[in-house]
């Protein structure tokens, strides 16, 4: 058997183990070590069987913590391989949590930023101009191509496993991972596959594992990025005082609000964008010196704190300095938040300049994460969000949803298995609903589908 997903049934915290038969002897590489997200049935993840079953380098698809999380539970040495700008996201974040008072358990994610910094650990992926370089390992020849994620630096893996029962000597797996067709890199999925991937139908693909977020989701609305951009836009000139909540990972979104508040002006001084914390400015310094150098849409240039709110500013266009307050009063902002108490103080300071008859309108928030944390009854409901969102309503605050989700629309997923056309075998994973696949738009190719009572899917 050549593929084993676990904990495929549910959204996040999935691992898929590839084994080949090398020279007589049986080689695994893992894609993925994550933990189940917050809401999912699961109390407490499985153990994969290091010892018994043991795998010879573990791939990471992106830096989403149901993909990454269990990252120091994996045996010492054992290869590590992610994206350049993936492994430096998870780094600052690991360095921010390890340098927090505020975390109890600051020690182990010290430890994990530690590995993340290792090279003796971490590969990385290395673009060469057109794609990125195949990695080879005894039994498996590995081809890493970009997809577009809610996550920047996000992957799927083509995978050929030696099997000499195959007519060319190789079992062909295309792993999705998390993926979607509506950011602004999505559109080439689909010729992605069609020249590098099938190389135009001269190589034959033998299974597809292929996530199904969205199959549970079918009546969320779906903005591509640009569309979501235009939107915030729009309501960004109606309202100069907006603080949004969105994760500091979903780089296109940030990327979406940023260019929106640019969009809606604020002259002479222009709509910046400031943040809650020195991590959070430098995740989007990160972004600016990475994705920024391939499109602008991702150079975040006017960014500032949040805490400085008192320290003085002054450019050429103003004749005397102004605190940074006073600038955000005059002409607006766009201020990233989280629903957190030291967060809400910056709210009300808005509110009383409101009060005071400083600001004309009131401060509004953008929120910009899945629905679902904060939909009360929700299984994954963030009750301290629900909580802060309701605070903020009962002061008179309008709360604005404004999201995109970072996974495939159902017809996205049709688009992808008949671009792929696979030969033997489509096993759906990170989904709820793998029947539904049985509904896609794909015609016999529905034939192919693996329920997810056969053996490959391993019951925890
Ligand atoms: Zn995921």
Not at 169 to 192: A, N
Not at 302 to 328: F, H, I, P, S, Y
Not at 422 to 439: L, R, V
Request: overall charge negative; charged content about 25%; aromatic content about 12%.
């Amino acid at each position: 058997m050549h593929i084993q997903i676990f904990q495929g049934n549910q959204i996040g915290g999935c691992v898929t183990v590839i084994s080949a038969v090398h020279n007589g002897k049986t080689h695994r590489i893992m894609i993925d070590y994550g933990a189940s997200l917050p809401g999912s049935e699961v109390e407490e993840d499985f153990r994969y069987p290091w010892e018994d079953e043991p795998v010879d380098a573990v791939f990471f698809t992106h830096y989403h913590g149901d993909h990454t999380g269990r990252i120091m539970e994996i045996p010492s040495g054992v290869p590590l391989y992610m994206g350049s700008v993936a492994r430096k996201v998870m780094t600052n974040i690991q360095e921010a949590l390890g340098n927090s008072e505020r975390i109890s358990d600051a020690d182990v994610h010290k430890r994990e930023a530690e590995l993340l910094k290792d090279d003796t650990r971490v590969n990385e992926f290395i673009y060469n101009g057109s794609c990125y370089d195949a990695v080879d390992l005894p039994g498996f020849h590995i081809e890493p191509y970009m997809v577009d994620h809610s996550a920047y630096d996000a992957y799927m893996f083509l995978v050929e496993a030696e099997d000499e029962a195959c007519e060319d000597g190789y079992y062909r797996i295309l792993h999705t991972g998390d993926f979607r067709g509506h950011g602004r890199r999505g559109q080439k999925m689909l010729t992605l596959i069609e020249a590098y991937v099938r190389r135009f139908g001269e190589r034959t693909i033998d299974a597809l594992v292929i996530e199904g977020t969205m199959m549970s989701r079918p009546k969320e609305k779906v903005l591509t990025e640009p569309q979501m951009q235009m939107e915030a836009a729009k309501y960004l000139k109606d309202h100069m005082y907006a603080f949004l909540i969105c994760s500091s990972t979903n780089v296109d979104s940030l990327a979406s609000f940023y260019q929106a508040a640019q969009m809606a002006g604020g002259r002479p001084y222009g709509r910046w964008m400031y943040v809650y914390s020195n991590y959070f400015r430098e995740q989007l310094r990160l972004y600016t010196k990475t994705a920024g150098t391939f499109s602008t849409v991702y150079r975040f240039g006017k960014v500032g704190l949040l805490k400085e709110m008192g320290v003085a500013r002054k450019n050429d266009r103003m004749e005397t300095a102004m605190t940074q307050q006073e600038l955000m009063e005059r002409f607006g902002f766009l201020a990233v938040i989280k629903p957190a108490d030291f967060c809400e103080e910056y709210i009300d300071m808005f509110m009383e300049a409101y009060h005071a008859g400083r600001i004309k309108q009131k401060p509004v928030i953008i929120y910009s994460m899945w629905e679902g944390y904060i939909e009360p009854g929700n299984k994954a409901e963030n009750k301290e969000w629900t909580e802060f969102l309701s605070r903020q309503e009962q002061k008179g605050i309008k709360v604005e949803r404004m999201h995109t989700s970072g996974h495939a629309t159902p017809r996205m997923l049709a688009d992808v298995i008949k671009a792929v056309d696979p030969a033997d075998a489509i096993y759906p994973m990170h989904t709820e609903c793998a029947d539904d696949f049985q509904n896609l738009d794909i015609g016999n190719l529905r034939n192919r589908i693996v329920p997810q009572d056969d053996g490959s899917y391993v019951k925890i």
